[in-house]
Every structure is written in structure tokens, then in C-alpha cells.
């Protein structure tokens, strides 16, 4: 019988891992910090793409589950200048390529995949602790503890897993993005939706920008993207809405009104959001019974790809332990030797994107890109 796989992190890589050993009859169990799969929101819209995200879902058999929830019309992008002039426009082409979905209905998917009981809430990891041999011993903020013999931490940015493996710890990347939202937008945000348009819109300046995405619902996603230092994020009081909103629409003095409302207008509390990353090239050496997934083992600035990348993961490290169910360290290692390279060179792109999105040349990189790309959808930004 299989050795049985722990998992610290019920997010989309933990959770393809986790759907993908099941369909292979290898145990597993999944602990998550929140109290409950509704416990928190789950974040805005993915695009899904071919070469990664796509090819974990058709791996974990829910391609139809996945098309079921797609956002149709999803894929246009437009980017505007302060003043809400429209400098580019591209459509959704209807290609279908890189789908839209929402995070939480991607989730969901994954969730109602499993068996109940496969994953425990409110189980958050306060420690590992080697124990030899492989083994590792979990032990928990309620009291409790388990050992495992093959533990995979999907526990993103803050890993409690990583320090078994890794010295390394995240460093803050210079930008913060503030998350707002506006509902019912087509009735009570007419110019602002009409400015957003049907999918993602970008109005960029060197060091600030606004990035908003048309989601189900009538509901307008906004990211408010700011290189700015951590001292200016903690000298903003994100627990007062109005007066968050007030200092981070402050920023944006003298840009059209149907951009600032974005801000203004959000109808929830903005939240801060500073981007923390690892080094590009982060790796370890091979530490047996345990190894990382997603964010957990290659945190990088949003780029569109850090979600197609943690299922890549877990859709891969899981068919891994599946063809070598005697063998996990060859399992481990092969999982390795494919993803160090792979998200390394997906790092350095990130990085490349934050500086397109924020630096100098902002937002004519952006529309060089998109524009450039134009011919071929697998191509194209993320949204």
C-alpha cells in the first residue's frame, strides 16, 4: 500500500495534489489553518492557462467541472491613460484560451472533488519538527500533533514548512497593491464600468497604477498597485476604511473621476496587499520525506502565473508519488529536477512584469506587450 501523503495548505496546489493522489489510490490528508472552506473570501479572477493550469486540471480529471465555471468574455484588456483616454483595446478574440475563472470556484471544484474528511480545518501548523528517517512531526496551534512520513508544504508565502528545507524567507518587493471592490457596477457604477469595459483594464504611471478586472456578478475587482515603502503601508490605518481610501486616493490627484472611484466608491474595506517574493532562483538540496508546492517553494510578484503554477505542482509532484508509490524519494526528486528550472525562470518573468506594470517605461511596455503578442493568445499578459 502507498505511504500516505500529508498536506499543509488547502489552496489550489495543495488541493490538485491532493485530488490527484486520490484518483491514484494514495492516502492522503490535508490540514488547513482556516476554520472552514467559507472561512475567508478567496481572491478575484484566474486566468487559466494552457500550458500549466489547464494541464493540472485535465490531470486531476475536471475539465468539465472547470468549463462549467468559466467566465465567458472574461479575456479582453484595455489599457486607459489618467484621464481615462483609451490607449489600447483589445477584445476577447473568443479563442477561449486562457479562460476565466473565479479563485473560489476553482476551489470548489477541487474541494467537492474529494472525500470528506480528507481535509481538516483549523488545523493551523505552528511547527515541523524533524524526527530522522524521513519522518516529521506536525504540531498544531489547538494542541494537537501528528508524524508523517512524506509531508509536501503548500502553505504559501509564510511557510511553516519551508524552514525544513530552506533558510530562505520572503523580501519585500517595493510595491503594495490595495484591493477594492464595487458591486452591482452596470446600475450604480455606470461611467466606471464603462471605463473597465468587459475584462481587465490597466491605467498605469511609472511608480502607480490602477488595475481592474470585470468579474460574474456585475462586480469590478480592483487592484491598486503603488511602489511605495513598507514605512508609507504602516503609516496608513487600513482598519478606517474612509480614511484608507482618502490616503490611497491621494495618490491618484487629478485622474479621471471614473478611474478614482475605484478607489472612492469601493463598497468594501480596502485591503492592503504589500508583494513579498523569494529569490528567482531559489532551490534546496534534497531533504527526504518532505518538499513545497506553489508559493510555498517560489513566492514571485503576481504575474498571472502563480496559481497555474502551485496546480502544475501539485498535479505533477502528485503523479510523481503515484508512478513511484515505493519510492518516494525518487518521487521527490523528480518532482524537484523539473520545478526548480521551471518556476526560476517564471520568477524572472514576474519580475519583468511588476517593471512593465510600475517602472519606467509604464504603461507603453504593457501595450508594447499586449500589442506585440497580439497574434497569438498563449502570448498575451495575464489579466
Known sequence: ???????????????????????????VTVYD????????????????????????????????????????GGEAARALDPQGAVLLDDPDDGSGRRPEVLRGDLRRILLESLPAGTVRWGKKLVRATSLGDGRHELAFADGTAVETS????????????????????????????VETYLHDVDFRHTATAEAVGAGAM?????????????EAGDVIHTYVELMRSEEW?????????AAAKAAVAAEFDGWAPELTALITDGE?????????????????????????????????PPSGEGANLAMLDGAELGLAIAAHPDDIELALTDYEVA?????????????????????????????????GASSDPEEKPAH
Open 150 to 177: 512524506v509531508l509536501v508544504g503548500a502553505d504559501g508565502a509564510w511557510s511553516r514548512v519551508r524552514p525544513l528545507l530552506s533558510d530562505a524567507t520572503p523580501d519585500y518587493a517595493g510595491a503594495v497593491f
Open 1 to 27: 500500500m502507498a505511504i500516505p501523503v500529508t498536506i499543509i495548505g488547502a489552496g489550489l496546489g495543495g488541493l490538485t495534489l491532493a485530488r490527484i493522489l486520490h484518483i491514484h489510490d494514495v492516502p
Open 339 to 371: 520545478m526548480f528550472p521551471r518556476s526560476e525562470a517564471e520568477a524572472v518573468d514576474a519580475h519583468e512584469m511588476l517593471d512593465l506594470l510600475l517602472g519606467d517605461t509604464a504603461p507603453h511596455g504593457l501595450i508594447a506587450l499586449f500589442t
Open 233 to 241: 503601508i504602516a503609516g496608513i490605518d487600513f482598519s478606517d476604511a
Open 202 to 214: 490597466y491605467a498605469l504611471t511609472p511608480g502607480k497604477g490602477i488595475a481592474a478586472h470585470r
Open 33 to 72: 489553518a482556516d476554520a472552514s472552506a467559507e472561512a475567508r473570501t478567496q481572491g478575484g479572477q484566474l486566468d487559466i492557462h494552457p500550458d500549466n493550469g489547464q494541464v493540472a486540471l485535465e490531470a486531476a480529471g475536471l475539465v468539465d467541472e472547470f468549463h462549467a465555471i468559466i467566465h465567458e
Open 268 to 300: 468594501t474595506a480596502p485591503v492592503s496587499r504589500p508583494i513579498y517574493t523569494l529569490p528567482p532562483q531559489h532551490r534546496w538540496a534534497r531533504v527526504p520525506g518532505v518538499t513545497l508546492v506553489g508559493d510555498a517553494g517560489h513566492l514571485m
